[in-house]
């Protein structure tokens, strides 16, 4: 059974302060790792790919894949009000095309 | 701009008819899509994966017979809920995988269908 935790929180920051979502998978022969990002009643909406150890950087948001420990996180720097939503991690093991959703983590910017 | 167009956004109707929810992928081959249901605060659950040309693949405990799904061009697969009953009012999303390597590419999702049916 393949799993992907996350804390579901909700994680509170202070406006301007940094974000940082956490979340760990079972199968060590996972390939590619996804963030996504849900404001309350919509869709998800993919925020970063990432395939590689090490971080990826793209504007306010970093990756960051561990493999040998099996985590992956996501870091919002200089959160504001409009990145509170439920933050999904998703994970695709290798030879499979279906991935694997974490529960969500809840983010909460306060002014 | 949106890669999965997904349609309608929002639908009433009475208990004991039928819904179609359409998923079209604006400008690339989608062969695999998959459908998924959410509740209210609750986590993404994938009910079917559909496929072009052939039959979708239910989840465990998704009824094939309530849930017809259609996957009938490239393009386009489609979700129609027969015989809804207040049960089944839901957030129904369609997603697909964007790229030439399934095995890598993330899902893209269209914007959901917020189904109620009363």
């Known amino acids: 059974q393949k799993e992907v935790e996350q804390n579901s929180g909700p994680l509170s920051v202070p406006e301007g302060a940094i974000a940082s979502l956490n979340c760990t998978y079972s199968?060590?022969?996972?390939?590619?790792f996804f963030w996504y990002r849900q404001y309350s009643g919509k869709s998800p909406e993919l925020i970063m790919s990432i395939y590689s150890n090490g971080d990826k950087e793209d504007g306010r948001f970093t990756a960051q894949l561990n493999k040998a420990s099996q985590y992956v996180s996501l870091l919002i720097r200089d959160s504001q009000p409009s990145d509170s939503a439920t933050y999904l991690c998703a994970v695709l093991s290798g030879g499979s095309y279906i991935p694997t959703f974490g529960r969500g983590t809840s983010l909460i910017v306060h002014p | 701009g949106a890669v999965v167009s997904q349609h309608p956004s929002w639908v009433i109707c009475k208990s004991g008819t039928s819904v179609k929810i359409e998923c079209r992928s604006l400008?690339?081959?989608?062969?695999?899509m998959f459908w998924y249901r959410q509740f209210p605060k609750q986590s993404l659950m994938l009910m079917a994966t559909?496929?072009?040309?052939?039959?979708?693949?239910?989840e465990q405990g998704v009824e094939k017979d309530k849930f017809l799904i259609n996957h009938a061009s490239l393009t386009l697969s489609t979700l129609t809920v027969t015989s809804a009953h207040p049960e089944d009012s839901s957030f129904y999303i369609c997603?697909?995988?964007?790229?030439?390597?399934?095995?890598?590419?993330?899902?893209?999702f269209g914007n959901g269908t917020r189904l109620t049916v009363t």
């Open positions: 559909s496929n072009e040309g052939s039959k979708a693949t239910y």
């Open positions: 199968d060590r022969g996972s390939q590619s």
């Open positions: 400008d690339f081959q989608a062969t695999t």
């Open positions: 997603s697909a995988p964007r790229g030439g390597d399934f095995h890598n590419s993330p899902l893209h």
